[in-house]
Each structure stands twice: as C-alpha cells, then as structure tokens.
C-alpha cells in the first residue's frame, strides 16, 4: 500500500478521474442552493440532483468532486457516537464520480477497481464487495471481467444494495466496496460468512465506496421503469479511505484530524498518555471545529434555528467537553486555526473568511461562557433529583434551553454519562408548545400590517398605557452603562410578554445609553441584563420616530417587560468608533486646507473598524497631496489637541464658521464639536456641527493610515482610512509583509525597491533571451521538417506537427517555408501552453485558385473541436480536443491532396 498524506489520497482521486476524462467540480457549498428539503449538503450527488432528474444541463458528461458534506440533523440523529466512535463525524468530505448518461456499470466498476489496487495500492484480496441480489450485470462484472474470486462478492438485499433519492424518481442498485481489517478488528463475535458482519456494525469490514448505479424510475404506483439514460453516482468517504491507506483504525488518527488535537493538547499542555486517557473530548472539539469553520465560512452563523442551530449547538458542544479538559477561556479560536492550516490549501474560503470564523466562535463560546456554569448546575440539581437510571422530564430539558440557552444535545449528553435518559419527545412538545404562545400581547395582531404601520402602533398603544412619556429618553452622551426600565419587547414589531434564550427580539427602554446610527456614526452594540436574563444587542435603530429599539438574542434567562435592568455599551467598540468619528473632522479640515476651501463632506461612514469620508472634489488626488494629508492628519493627532462639545444656537454656530453637513436639517439649537490648537485663544483646528461621538483628546485616536482613494461619481471622491487598533494592524501587517518580502529578495527593507527594479530588468532580459533561443530552436526544427516536404504536382507540400511554440512563432515558420518554396502549402499544428490544440496553414500566392487557407484550416479545426478561418494565403485557428491533434492534421493533408488534384 503505498504511503500518502490525506491531501495526496484527495487529490490522486480527482486526478485519476480527470485523466479519465471527468471534469473536476468544485465542491458547492454546505448550504444547498438547489435543494431547500436539505438543512446541509449531505452527499456529493446533491449539486448534481437537477442534472439526474433532467432539470439542468451541464457541458459534461463525466463530473468528479470532493464535496464538504454535513450529517448532524433529524431523528436519525447519532450525535452522541462523535467522539466515542472511531468513525462519526459531523462534518466531512465526499469523493465521487458521476456519469450522466455516459458511462454505466462496466466503467464505473472498472474504475473504482483500478483506482484502489493501482493509485493507492491497496492490496485486492483485502477488499470484499456486494451487489444487489438482483443484479446479475455486476456480479458478472466484478467476477468475470475484473477477476475477483466470487467467495468475495456478496448479493446483499435492498436494505444493503438498493438506492432510491425519494419514494419516486430515479434509483437502482449499488455496488459497496469494502475494506477488511482482518479477523483481530472484528467486534461482533462472529465467526460466520462476511455478510454477517457487514450487517451487523462489526468494525472488521469497512465500507469505503458505493456505487450507485441509477437504472430506474420508480412512479408513484410502486413500479419501475428503465431510465432512458442511466447514470452513475458514486461516494467515498475522505476520511474513511485516508484511514485504510494511513492504516489507523480510527480516522481521528489520521492526519486529516491529528493536527487538529495536536492544537488542543499543545493548550491543554497534556502527555500522549493524558490525551488518550481523555480521548472522547479531544476528538468531538477537532470534529466539531472542523463542522463549525466550514459552516461559518459558508455563511451559517448560531442561532436559534435551523442551520443556525446546527452552529450555535456544536459550538456550545465543544465548549462544554473543553471543560472535561480544564480549559476556562475561550480556546476554540485557535483550535479553528488548526482546522483552517489542515484544510486551507484544499478549501482556499476558509483561508480567506479566518478572521470571521475566529470571532464568530469566539463570540459564541463566550455567550455561552456567561451562563453555562448556573445551567450545568441547574441540570444536576434535576439529575439529582431522579431515580437511579430514570428519565428527565421533557418540559425540564425544554426550560433548560429556553433559558439557559443549553441545547438539548449537550443536556442529552450530559444525562448519559451519569447513567440517565432524556424525553426528548416531551422536549419537542414544549418547545411547540412555546412557539404557539410566545406572541402573547401582540397575538398576531399586526401579521398583515406593513411593519413601519406596526412599529406606529406598538409606540402609541404604549404611549396610551403611560409606559412611554412621549419618545424614548436617549443619553447617548453620558455613562456608558445606566440602571432602567424595560419597558416592552417586541418581535417582528409586535409587543409580546416575554421571551426565552435564542429568542431574536427588539427590546424598548425607559431611557437608553446606546447612540442610534445618525450621521454616519453606526450604532452602538454591548447588553442589557436583568436580574436572572440577558440580551446581547446586536444593533440599536428607530423605526419610528420615538420609539428606540434594541435589536438582540436572549442569551440567558426570560426577560419580561416591566423589570428593571441595565444598559451597558461596548466600551471598546465605542471608543474605536469615536477614533474614527474625531478623525473624520481633521480629514476635512486638511483636506480644506491642502485641496481648497472648495471641499465639502457629502457622505461618511463612521464605524469601529474603519472610517469613509465622501466629499466634493473634481479631480484625482496625487500621491504626494494624500502623503502630505496623511501626514497633517498625524500631525495633529500627536499634537494630542483638545476636543469639546458645546451646544449652541444655531445662527451663533454658523456666525462662528462651524462646518454643516451638507444637506443636513438642523433644530434651533446644535451640538458643535471643537478641535483646538489653543483653548486659550480659542485657535481652532476644526469646528463642525455634528451629533456624533468623539474621543476628548486627538492623541486618543492613535495612528492614521489612509488606505484608498478614488471616485464614487462625479466631482465626488472618497478616502477610506483606519485609525487606532486597525491602523496599528494594518501597519505590523505592511511591516511583515515588508520584512518577508526583503528576505525572500535577500535584501534589506530599504533596498527592496531598487532590488525589484534589478530583478525586473534580469527578467526582461531573460525573457528577451529565452524569446531569442526560441526563435532558434523554431528554425532548426524548421529546417529539419522543411527537408520532409513532399511534392504534388509541383508544389511543396509541408503538413507536420511541431514542438509547442506561440502562435507568433507558428506564422514566422510559414513565413519561411514561403520564402524558400516557389510554390507550396503548409499546415502546421501544436499543442500551446494553455495545453489547447493550435492550427495554421498558408500557400503562396501563386495557387490562390487552388488553395484556399481559410477553407482549409476551418475543417480541420473541426476535427480538434474547434473553428477559425482567414485568408487564401493564410488563417489560423484553435480548439479544444489535444488528443485529436493529429487525426486533424491528416485531414488537411487530405484537403490539400483533393485541392491540388
């Protein structure tokens, strides 16, 4: 058996599929676009549905893949088997073939076959194969033309060796192959035929491969039909055949799993010995983590729902058994990471969505983090109370998750460690239960209501209950954090009583700390808790004017309207966004300064990350204008100048010269925000109306980096820049790039561009010599192939093939074929770089009448898949078929002898 990495098994799949002619699909993503019966991609067939059913129409016939799949969801359920079992993931990767109406049993046994003994090396009297018991066509295949002895292939019933994608539409028989890991592996007890384990679990026979022959169309009456064109769709586990050709019993073993628990083990700073004492726990965090990386890189997010579910529970899953391994902060980012340097090369998205999948997981772990601790005490309190081995009410495990946010799975398993089961039916009916009352107040009322007509009516039906005093009081410039009131939840603009964890709803307090989104400047996020719950708000608006919501999920606890709470911002977000809100204000004053007093903002984008300033201004900004800009800009941040907001009246503002927004409406009175270079002499450096929030001193703001600069319409441009943290990031990140950079060119920092410049000089003038030997080599083999000539009727007649070469070269080799031939036709073809077949042909003028280039090369390009034309003297063309190359070129030859005949 020969020795590979998983990568290496992987990709010797997908090449020997290509070599036999089978274009290489990318693998579709694990949120299924074609198939909304589907929670996840669960096999690799599942791109290609419509193509079987006859509902799409590829431009192939043969397909090959390695698809991501997902089988973590409905009553089938084996969740609790990941980790214990060597072989259950949730997660995990599909190899396939699929012919569509092209090739049929004969092949696809053929391949499987040649691919296992040959490219992998697995020895054939350790496999063992099934058909079904009907299928004579495959029996005869594996037995008569592939040779293997018929003791080793077994007719299995439908139960093993039939498929069908519904109770109607296409379906067959399938042929498993399976590998055997010897009488030692075996866990069945069982001294019997084959098929005796094959049927009952045993670990000795693995099954490596399916091939599902589709020969048939089931209608609904229960009788089949045989499919027009029958197809082929195959599926073998990565992880399976990696752990035959890597021979270890279980697939975490393998390498496809084992940096994954190296990370974790370098984090828990446990021995080998530890780590296999606690295996369980190790190999459900390197499963889950590889689920949860690909499902965030796919766009799933946790949730409380669906896909979303899926997320949030192997999340939460993960943290829980990192806790058997005494990890007490958040740590699955940077097992992800191991996930994302295993994969990454094979799956590029998840390379370049890193930095979204480490904060997802970590926001999520430590949502759970908060509450985790009450809800695990809570949950033994209830196991406690149980007999011996008996049965956790459903209601109880249901109250768990809606407000403590603990899924079922994690309760589940926890019940069964200590000997305990769950009544998981009973869960569902109360959380049914739940979903049917949870409207409370609103009931339904405004389903039908346009939603701003709702939000109306929930602010006056408060209004009319003397909850709210008019508006919702704001304090977006005061503390941070403020003891108030809740006074309504709504979901979908609906009042409701009360919610639980996972709930999505939009809480309405008595006073709020939190900016809404105005002038460019996002919102604020951070959380509101009560004394038993909490909501992590995620976004703050108003829909109608008064009325301030806080958009969030319950992550603990059941908040209910009328209890008091506690409103705190995200201090560190805040503070970023004022960064880049007080930087925005010198960006225009130095723009004003530097491009002219003609610059007006017309649009900014103020968030934590970066900042976007829009402004008038009717031509391209230099290089040494944005240095200069940059550089003022820095200037006065290191200046650490005061900033201050006073407010005023307006007229006295504008008196005063303070900067408007443009477009913008203002009240009588305004807030004015002033950067001075002297509060003494009140010397100011900015002065602008603005209601935003701003850091106190500029020296807060910390570095500034312009990092693009261009036009959004006309006259209007835009410079995009990070302050603070980001900027600070962005310039390690320019640094090392620097650094990596000066040593691959074995230069310094300094010397980098002048050493560039003498590589781009070296390369030129290589590529000028390599052009010039070229052109050599091109006239020798000319020379050599000139001799080879044939005469008809007095005409030189060259048709030949030639070593590759550009099509530049190919009609300088006609070029010189008629400068030596008085009279003559040649054809030439080759095979060019981008390994597409290339066809020329030219004549002198002398046999115009006789020879037509054009019309020549046309039929011959036909011949490689492709088409072109030109001249009588000259034409040239492309195709598609490289292997039909010559069987072209004989067909000119053939032309060009009918021509001069």
Same mark, same amino acid.
């Given at each position: ?12 799949? #997908? ?44 431009? *192939? ?41 092209? *090739? ?41 033309? /592939? ?6 292939? *077994? ?66 009456? %229960? ?36 940096? /994954?628990?190296?990370?974790? =083990? ?52 993960? $943290? ?8 007490? =902060?958040?740590?699955?980012?940077? $097992?992800?990471?191991a996930v994302i340097e295993t994969m990454g090369e094979a799956y590029p998205e998840i390379v370049e969505r890193q930095e979204a999948i480490e904060r997802t997981i970590t926001n999520e772990e430590i949502r759970f983090r908060r509450a985790m601790d009450r809800a695990l005490s809570e949950l033994e309190t209830m196991l406690g109370a149980l007999e011996p081995g008996g049965t956790l009410p459903g209601d109880l495990a249901f109250r768990l998750h809606a407000e403590k946010g603990l899924p079922l799975e994690i309760t589940r398993d926890i019940a069964q460690e200590q000997g305990y089961s769950v009544d998981e039916e009973g869960f569902r009916t109360a959380q049914a239960h739940h979903e049917a009352v949870s409207r409370g107040v609103g009931g339904g009322a405004f389903g039908a209501i346009d939603m701003g007509e709702a939000y109306s009516a929930a ?14 009081? =704001?304090?977006? *410039? ?32 008595? $006073? ?36 301030? $919501? ?60 970066? #900042? ?16 200069? /800009? ?7 941040? #290191? ?33 004015t925000i002033n950067i001075f270079t002297d509060p003494k002499s009140r010397a100011r450096f900015s002065y602008e109306l603005c209601g935003g929030n701003h850091v106190t001193e500029t020296g807060v703001i910390g570095p500034f980096v312009i990092t693009a600069e261009g036009s959004v319409a006309q006259g209007i441009r835009r410079i995009e820049a990070l302050t603070g943290h980001g900027a600070e990031a962005y310039i390690r990140r320019s640094i090392g790039l620097l650094r990596d950079t000066a040593g691959l060119l074995g230069a310094t920092p300094d010397a980098v561009p002048d050493r560039v410049h003498s590589l781009q000089t070296d390369l030129k003038e290589s590529q000028q010599e390599i052009a010039r030997l070229h052109r050599r080599l091109a006239k020798v083999e000319f020379d050599t192939l000139y001799q080879q000539a044939t005469e008809i ?49 030219? +004549? ?16 011959? +390009? ?6 072109? %034309? ?28 009918? +021509?001069?005949?």
């Open positions: 058996m020969k020795k590979m990495t998983s990568a290496e098994v992987r990709e010797a799949f #997908l090449e020997f599929f290509e070599e036999m002619n089978h274009k290489r699909v990318a693998s579709s993503s694990l949120v299924p676009g074609n198939d909304p019966t589907l929670l996840f991609t669960n096999a690799g067939m599942v791109q290609f549905k419509d193509v079987f059913l006859g509902l799409d129409k590829r431009d *192939y016939s043969r397909a090959t893949t390695s698809q991501k799949c997902m089988r973590v969801s409905g009553k089938h359920n084996d969740l609790e088997n990941v980790g214990p079992s060597p072989r259950h993931h949730t997660f995990f990767e599909m190899l396939g073939n699929f012919s569509f109406g092209d *090739y049929f049993k004969h092949d696809a046994i053929r391949f499987a076959y040649d691919l296992l003994t040959r490219a992998y090396g697995i020895p054939d009297e350790d496999l063992l194969f099934t058909v079904h018991t009907t299928d004579d066509d495959a029996y005869a295949i594996w037995t008569e033309e /592939i040779g293997v002895p018929a003791e080793r292939v *077994y007719r299995m019933g439908d139960k093993t060796n039939f498929w069908q994608m519904a109770d109607v539409g296409p379906c067959g028989p399938t042929s498993e192959i399976h590998y055997d890991w010897g009488a030692e592996a075996c866990t069945c007890g069982i001294g019997a035929e084959p098929h005796f384990h094959l049927d009952n679990g045993c670990a000795r026979y693995l099954e490596i491969w399916n091939l599902v022959f589709m020969q048939f169309q089931q209608f609904p009456d %229960g009788h089949r039909e045989p499919l027009p064109k029958p197809g082929v769709d195959t599926g073998m586990g990565l992880e399976r055949i990696v752990s035959v050709v890597q021979q270890k019993l279980a697939n975490y073993d393998t390498d496809l799993f084992m940096p /994954i628990i190296r990370r974790v =083990q370098q984090l828990t700073g446990d021995t080998d010995a530890q780590r296999e004492a606690n295996f369980v726990p190790y190999r459900v965090i390197a499963d889950h983590m590889r689920a949860a990386t690909f499902m965030i890189a796919d766009g799933v997010r946790p949730g409380a729902t669906g896909r979303d579910y899926v997320c949030r529970m192997i999340i939460r899953r993960a $943290v829980r058994f990192g806790t058997k391994l005494g990890f007490e =902060q958040p740590f699955l980012a940077k $097992v992800a990471d602010l006056n039906t408060l209004r009319d209950q003397g909850l709210i005093d008019g508006r919702v009081k =704001q304090d977006q *410039y005061g503390p941070l954090s403020l003891e108030t009131r809740l006074v309504a939840i709504l979901r979908d603009g609906e009042l409701v009583e009360s919610a639980s964890v996972g709930d999505h709803v939009e809480l309405v307090l008595d $006073v709020t700390p939190f900016y809404v989104e105005a002038g460019g400047q996002v919102s604020d996020t951070g959380v509101i808790e009560g004394q038993d719950w909490t909501v992590d708000v995620e976004d703050v608006r108003q829909p109608v004017g008064g009325l301030i $919501v806080h958009s969030g999920e319950v992550v603990e606890g059941r908040p209910q309207a009328g209890e008091t709470c506690t409103a705190t911002v995200d201090a560190g977000r805040r503070l970023d966004i004022t960064r880049n809100h007080t930087a925005t204000h010198l960006l225009h004053a130095v723009l004003r300064s530097v491009l002219g007093t003609h610059v007006q903002q017309r649009g900014s984008l103020v968030a934590p990350d970066r #900042l976007r300033f829009d402004f008038s201004h009717d031509q391209p900004i230099s290089d040494d204008e944005l240095d200069t /800009i940059q550089r003022l800009i820095n200037d006065a941040i #290191l200046a650490n100048y005061p900033v201050s907001a006073e407010w005023k009246d307006l007229d006295t503002a504008r008196g005063e010269g303070a900067m408007a927004l443009f477009g913008e409406k203002y009240g009588d009175r305004v807030r009727g007095g005409v030189a007649v060259l048709v030949a093939r030639v070593n590759p070469t550009t099509s530049d070269t190919l009609r300088e080799m006609t070029d010189w074929f008629r400068d030596r031939a008085q009279s003559g036709v040649i054809v030439l073809g080759t095979i060019a770089d981008t390994g597409k077949p290339q066809l020329i042909a030219a +004549a002198t003028k002398d046999l115009g009448k006789r020879v037509h280039a054009g019309n020549i090369i046309r039929e011959a +390009a036909k011949v490689v898949g492709g088409g072109g %034309g030109g001249r009588p003297d000259l034409a040239q063309a492309g195709g598609k078929d490289p292997e039909k190359l010559d069987d072209a070129l004989h067909h000119a030859w053939t032309l060009v002898e009918q +021509a001069l005949s």
